[in-house]
């Protein structure tokens, strides 16, 4: 009932398509939705498209979209009652969710506790291996000082090894040590490499798996002890570790494998008091799954899951954040078909380099199983300040051979004029016969660059 | 009645074969936002004719006040009495308001503010133009 809403606007801590997105729930849920932008996205069109929008600073992003105070102002200027923070910039920031909270607004996401036990890795690992949920080998505890500990532990779990940051994440902060003659000096490295960009020189080691693959699992949490998982996601197409393809369900991988998994994932949201959506990110190598990180947020890769599942996850964010009930308990969940998304990103398909400027001609594809989330329009001009996605091509089919088939089509159809992109790349990876037969690990895509400059 | 424009050259033509029918040596106009003068000379040779024409607002341009920050603005006592006010570095055009915030927003060291360009209780992002001062003549 609309008179126990704990909120009736929301505030998008964010830009461009997620922000649209979000405001695409909030107009479906009969919630109001403000826009926070910088100035170089003041005109756009996705910000006028929020029932308001406001400008919090200038185009730097530590003074618009990373400024806590400006993005919190806002909301009590607005009226907000709620602060979605989609991906990146706040979404996992302990404090800024503590500080929404503070302020007497719901933050759609998890309690600022689940964040940090969640941001520490060492942490992070302790909870999950609590739960029974399987980790890489190595010792849940930090790596102490002495170099004689630190080879013993090394040997023990066996070279090579790779050695993290406590605060890391995302593929930042770690080194693989291939013997024991580097390994001092790689933990040395790192250590000061983790005080600098993390604030901690707290490390862990752990096993390093040489030829695995990237698997998600999305799951869902309310407020009153309910969780549900809704499915895996295969996000071995990376470059640099940034998804370039991902794709539901991860082929090749039976429900009877990764049945248990998913299990263990909900049972440790239950132990954590964790609500809201998350994923769990594994490394999938010689048929066994290794704990690695949970991102206590949206992700970009979301759609793969809703078009396969049926299930809108930004809605669902939003009614765990009014205090709802989940409507859905694991035996409704089914997931069906394949569903593949591809970024889009305004750079050039060679160099990688970014490419902002004037779109101007935009033909997006039509039709059955397509979905594009986007933010652009002719006329728009991508600004050289933010991250080079530009939309989001989400294809649904009746099985993979069916969607990969879908997105060759749809790939074929999207034009866009005035700046480069990476969609002569993504033809041509699809046309690649071993992605087409699935099941390619983390380094595919980087190798298969590689042959193809050479060629 | 329209204002001519001052800085035309065609006007200015007219003007000159007007002051040299009627015998005058010259003429000055001035208006708040453009001035004229126009010397005639004669001499054996016929008239030099020197002129200077200018729009004051070369050297009194309007600048656009923009707001610091969120806000809700509300006009300062300065710019409520309107008429416009010579400010002085502590001047202010007005407030933006957030709860229980008060930011007074400067007009800049000797403006003369001439308008304010949103409403009382407008919300203004960052950036957004709130007032345009001009400088103390």
């Known amino acids: 009932m609309q008179s126990k809403q704990r909120f009736d606007k929301v505030l998008i801590a964010n830009r461009g398509e997620i922000a649209l997105r979000v405001v695409r729930a909030c107009r479906e849920m009969g919630l109001k939705a403000v826009v926070v932008c910088s100035e170089a996205d003041r005109n756009a069109a996705?910000?006028?498209?929020?029932?308001?929008?406001?400008?919090?600073?200038?185009?730097?992003?530590?003074?618009?979209?990373?400024?806590?105070?400006?993005?919190?102002?806002?909301?009590?200027?607005?009226?907000?009652?709620?602060?979605?923070?989609?991906?990146?910039f706040l979404s996992e920031n302990t404090r800024f969710s503590a500080a929404v909270e503070e302020a007497g607004l719901t933050f759609v996401g998890p309690d600022a506790s689940?964040?940090?036990?969640?941001?520490?890795?060492?942490?992070?690992?302790?909870?999950?291996?609590?739960?029974?949920?399987?980790?890489?080998?190595?010792?849940?505890t930090e790596l102490p000082s002495e170099p004689q500990a630190i080879r013993a532990i090394a040997a023990e779990i066996g070279y090579p090894v790779i050695v993290k940051a406590a605060g890391g994440g995302g593929g930042r902060g770690m080194r693989v040590v291939l013997n024991e003659a580097e390994l001092l000096e790689a933990v040395s490295l790192t250590r000061e490499e983790a005080r600098k960009a993390f604030g901690t020189p707290s490390l862990y080691m752990e096993k390093f798996l040489q030829h695995p693959r990237h698997i998600e699992i999305q799951v869902l949490c309310d407020t009153h002890g309910n969780a549900v998982w809704l499915g895996h996601r295969d996000c071995s197409m990376q470059r640099r570790h940034q998804k370039v393809v991902e794709e539901a369900?991860?082929?090749?991988i039976s429900q009877e494998l990764i049945g248990p998994v998913g299990a263990a994932c909900v049972e440790a949201c239950k132990q954590i008091g964790y609500r809201g959506v998350g994923t769990f990110e594994f490394l999938y190598e010689d048929g066994a799954f290794y704990f690695i990180e949970m991102n206590t947020r949206l992700q970009v890769e979301h759609p793969v899951t809703e078009e396969t599942s049926g299930v809108d996850i930004v809605q669902q964010q939003l009614r765990v954040a009014q205090g709802e009930t989940l409507s859905m308990g694991?035996?409704?969940?089914?997931?069906?078909?394949?569903?593949?998304?591809?970024?889009?990103?305004?750079?050039?398909?060679?160099?990688?380099m970014p490419s902002a400027g004037l779109i101007t001609a935009l033909e997006m594809p039509e039709g059955e199983g397509i979905r594009v989330d986007t933010h652009v329009e002719a006329g728009y001009t991508v600004s050289p300040y933010y991250d080079s996605l530009i939309a989001k091509l989400i294809v649904h089919g009746r099985d993979r051979a069916d969607a990969m088939q879908r997105t060759r089509s749809a790939l074929a159809s999207f034009k866009l004029e005035g700046i480069a992109t990476n969609l002569p790349l993504l033809r041509e990876l699809f046309e690649d016969a071993a992605f087409a037969e699935g099941e390619t690990d983390i380094h595919y895509l980087e190798k298969w660059l590689k042959t193809r400059g050479a060629a | 009645m329209t204002d001519m424009d001052l800085t035309n050259l065609a006007i200015i033509e007219r003007l000159t074969a007007a002051l040299e029918a009627a015998g005058v040596d010259g003429i000055e106009v001035t208006r708040p936002d453009q001035s004229l003068l126009i010397r005639l000379s004669g001499s054996g040779n016929g008239?030099?004719?020197?002129?200077?024409?200018?729009?004051?607002?070369?050297v009194a341009a309007p600048e656009v006040v923009k707001s610091p920050m969120a806000g809700e603005f509300w006009p300062s006592d300065l710019s409520r009495t309107g008429t416009p006010a010579t400010s002085t570095a502590s001047d202010t055009v007005g407030f933006l308001r957030v709860g229980p915030i008060l930011l007074p927003v400067a007009a800049g060291s000797s403006k003369r503010l001439?308008?304010?360009?949103?409403?009382?209780?407008?919300?203004?992002?960052f950036g957004d133009p709130i007032a345009e001062v001009e400088p103390e003549a």
């Not at chain 1, 730097?60 to 909301?75: C, H, M, P, R």
């Open chain 2, 47 to 58: 008239p030099v004719r020197q002129f200077s024409s200018r729009r004051p607002d070369s």
């Open chain 1, 114 to 140: 689940a964040i940090a036990t969640m941001g520490d890795k060492i942490a992070a690992k302790k909870a999950m291996m609590a739960a029974g949920v399987p980790c890489v080998p190595g010792p849940d």
């Open chain 1, 330 to 352: 694991q035996g409704d969940v089914t997931c069906v078909g394949h569903a593949i998304e591809c970024r889009i990103n305004a750079e050039d398909p060679a160099t990688f």
């Open chain 1, 46 to 88: 996705y910000a006028k498209s929020a029932d308001q929008s406001i400008c919090i600073g200038p185009s730097t992003v530590s003074k618009s979209y990373l400024n806590q105070n400006a993005i919190l102002l806002a909301a009590r200027l607005t009226g907000a009652g709620a602060v979605h923070p989609g991906y990146g």
């Open chain 1, 249 to 252: 369900p991860a082929p090749g």
């Open chain 2, 114 to 125: 001439r308008r304010h360009l949103v409403e009382p209780g407008t919300i203004v992002g």
